[in-house]
């Protein structure tokens, strides 16, 4: 598979976290931060998802939607039992 290279500024300390991760696994520098930069697109990747398919179902009227001063006083609930119990 071919790569493209992308340049990124990273602060030295950073880079030294890097390279002691690489050195750690027996791998590049290159090869950690590629693992991590794909860890985090999937991530927000699945955000973006999880919250289109929200904004779906609310639109669709399929979703039950809580007030923020509901959940508030659940909150304030729950942690009121756990102060008594």
Partial sequence: MSKDTVAVRVDPDL???????ADAFGQ???????DALRQYADHQEWQVALIAERAQSIEAGEATLVS??????????RFADKQAG
């Fill in 15 to 21: 880079r030294q976290r890097l390279d002691k991760l």
């Fill in 28 to 34: 590049t520098r290159s090869s950690i931060i590629n």
């Fill in 68 to 77: 923020h001063e509901d959940v508030l006083a659940a909150f304030d609930k």
